[in-house]
């Protein structure tokens, strides 16, 4: 199988390249290349035979014409967006114009080169999407793919209304579609601007470890290899029409998740002086956080027989290990545009 990966220069989709060029598939990955992006990702796939690179942005519909005619890919999976709720919140048009607007682009793009071929039943358009979209949970209960829509921030909003747009031409056009929730993905090649390699990165260097607020929103977490999979699966297995929520089975709140980072530090690079906990500093929280998301994934488990491989702490552990061993990767990205400062501020 031939799949067209968008994004897949980023953090999850680089992740999904690597499975698939390791399973058979061929990979053509398809990315714009922006701040995110990181072509180092794919070292170790990017000469494989099975493997090609177009350089091009999903807002940009003749370049994805040209794409999938030259390619003829027998699946598309979907993952280039904007992703930072942040940087959404000090500037959503990107999160428009990508998120919407290059969704509803690739999804014409891919309906043109569906029904071109006769519209093959075994075409897939595979829709990366997020539980944000579902909003903010209390303390009990978890997301389902049948939990209505809430998005409260432009990034979640912007990822609503492109599950929306992909639900809408399954519907009307009879594109084969499937979509997928996944709760908060961490691990290897993540850019370092979220969570758990913040952390890791700053404690490394001495400064400061910034936790929202009172670090009480819970995150259920995803390592990024066991999306992968999941993502792999789905698109072999998954039934057209259909969503599955896809979680970690792992809900921590962002203040455990820091101090756990700080134990293992601890034990791998001891400071000279004091614990890594001591740099923890709490600072002014996200404009409309979301106190709690977490997934039941039992469609995914009962249908596909997907459960997620490892559990928080060896996820951490084995996290914290990769970014320890791989300083040349993270070293230049520390000097990206915007990165270390403060975002998502400005409401
Ligand atoms: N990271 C998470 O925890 C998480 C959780 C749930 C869902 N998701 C979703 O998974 C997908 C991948 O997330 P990620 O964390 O790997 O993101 P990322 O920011 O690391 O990577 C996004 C990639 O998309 C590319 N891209 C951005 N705009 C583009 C455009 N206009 N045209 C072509 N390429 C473009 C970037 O260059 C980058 O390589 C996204 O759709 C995101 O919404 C992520």
């Known amino acids: 199988m031939k799949i067209l990966v968008t994004g897949g220069a980023g953090f999850i989709g680089s992740a999904v390249a690597r499975l698939a ?14 701040y995110a992006a990181n072509p180092a990702n794919l070292a170790s796939v990017d000469s494989a035979p099975g493997y090609a690179f177009e350089h091009a942005d999903i807002r940009d519909r003749d370049a994805l014409d040209r794409i999938l005619a030259t390619h003829e890919p027998d699946a598309v999976l979907h993952l280039a967006a904007e992703s930072h709720v942040d940087r959404s919140i000090d500037g959503p048009r990107a999160f428009i114009d990508t998120n919407v607007t290059g969704t509803f682009n690739l999804l014409e793009a891919s309906r043109a080169w569906w029904s071109a071929r006769g519209k093959p039943d075994g075409f897939r358009f595979l829709h990366v999407s997020t539980d944000e979209v579902f909003g903010s949970l209390g303390p009990d209960g978890r997301f389902t793919e049948d939990s209505p829509y809430d998005p409260r921030s432009p990034y979640s909003a912007s990822k609503a209304a492109s599950d929306h747009l992909v639900r809408a031409w399954h519907e009307t056009y009879g594109l084969p579609v499937i979509v997928t929730n996944c709760s908060n993905n961490y691990g290897p090649y993540q850019f370092p601007e979220k969570l758990i390699p913040v952390t890791i990165l700053n404690a490394l260097a001495g400064r400061p470890l910034p936790v929202y607020g ?50 293992i530090l601890d034990r791998k690079r001891p400071r000279s002086r004091g614990a890594h906990r001591d740099l923890v500093t709490f600072v002014a929280d996200r404009p409309g956080h979301d106190a709690r998301y977490a997934i039941d994934p039992t469609r995914i488990a009962t249908e596909l027989g997907w459960r997620p491989s490892l559990t928080i702490d060896e996820g951490l552990e084995r996290t914290v290990d990769w970014y320890l061993a791989n300083e040349d990767w993270w070293r230049p990205l520390l000097q990206r545009d915007g990165v270390g400062a403060r975002l998502g501020l400005s409401a």
């Not at 057209?240 to 998740?257: L, Q, S, V, W």
């Open 21 to 34: 060029i390791a399973r058979g598939f061929d990979v053509v990955n398809l990315d714009a290349l922006t």
């Open 214 to 263: 009172k670090g009480a929103n819970i995150r259920d977490w995803l390592f990024v290899e066991d999306h992968a999979e999941a993502l792999l699966l789905v698109l072999e297995r998954g039934r057209p029409g259909r969503t599955y929520a896809i979680g970690g089975e792992n809900e921590r709140r962002n203040i455990d998740i820091v101090t756990t980072i700080c134990g």
